[in-house]
């Protein structure tokens, strides 16, 4: 993950993205929101907003079962008296093999929280300083459903020089699709909606590929209490 400087932003005379077909030519370009892409980069949020990120993805496996878990019988092992033996009325007692675990781990949560006006400002300096970069892509929204073949997307990313890297295409919307099927079998290639779209995604990509009708629905979504 590249290093950025706090206090970096995008002067307005750089707030168009170049739009591309999937031939990569150039075809035109467009305004993007400076709420969205022209704010301060705040390197500490960002970091904050991946480590959280990574933390959720954590799931605790280690777990044992108590002796109300257990699958098995529940009838009495032997009778109360005359065996010489201690009294026991179940099999899935500790004590036994295969019985419950007393004070056994249990999976442990390692989920952290981070409010909603963070994390919008972490996503919004991730997307400012990927504009900054030069990562930050176009293609023309009628490019979605032209082909689902995998070799027209891999043509493309090899135009623009990005086989072999991590790449994020970002949709209005995630349903079946053309481009979502010719994307699919590509292992570097992730492809989300501007709703789910979130910092360590946009940070871990080499480049992120905005289709046109994604720039919208994203200022609206992040943006629609301030419209």
């Known amino acids: 993950m590249a290093t950025v400087d706090n206090k970096k932003t995008v002067k307005k005379s750089e707030l168009k993205l ?4 999937l031939k990569g030519e150039e075809t035109s370009s467009m305004e993007l929101p400076k709420e969205v892409f022209g704010v301060t980069v705040n390197k500490a949020l960002m970091a904050q907003s991946v480590r959280i990120y990574q933390a959720n993805q954590r799931g605790g496996n280690a777990s044992t079962k108590t002796r109300g878990e257990v699958v098995g019988s529940t009838r ?3 009778r109360q008296k005359g065996t010489g033996k201690a009294r026991h009325g179940s099999i899935k007692a500790p004590i036994f093999v295969g019985g419950g675990v007393v ?8 989920s952290l929280s981070f409010n909603k006006t963070q994390r919008q400002k972490a996503l919004f300096s991730s997307l400012t300083f990927k504009l900054h970069e030069k990562e930050l892509f176009g293609l023309q929204e009628s490019e979605i459903n032209k082909s ?7 043509d493309f990313l090899k ?7 991590n790449v994020v295409f970002v949709m209005s919307k995630l349903e079946k699709n053309n481009f979502i099927l010719g994307a699919r079998n590509i292992k570097e290639v992730d492809v989300t909606d501007a709703n789910s779209l979130n910092t360590y995604q946009v940070l871990s990509a080499k480049a992120v590929i905005f289709f046109e009708g994604a720039i919208s629905e994203l200022d609206k979504h992040f943006n629609k209490a301030t419209k």
Not at 18 to 21: E, F, R, S
Not at 159 to 165: D, E, H, I, T, Y
């Open 76 to 78: 009495k092992i032997y």
């Open 18 to 21: 170049t739009l591309y077909n």
């Open 103 to 110: 004070g056994g781990p249990r999976p442990k949560d390692f």
């Open 148 to 154: 689902a073949k995998t070799k027209v997307v891999y």
């Open 159 to 165: 135009k623009m020089k990005l086989v072999g890297k």
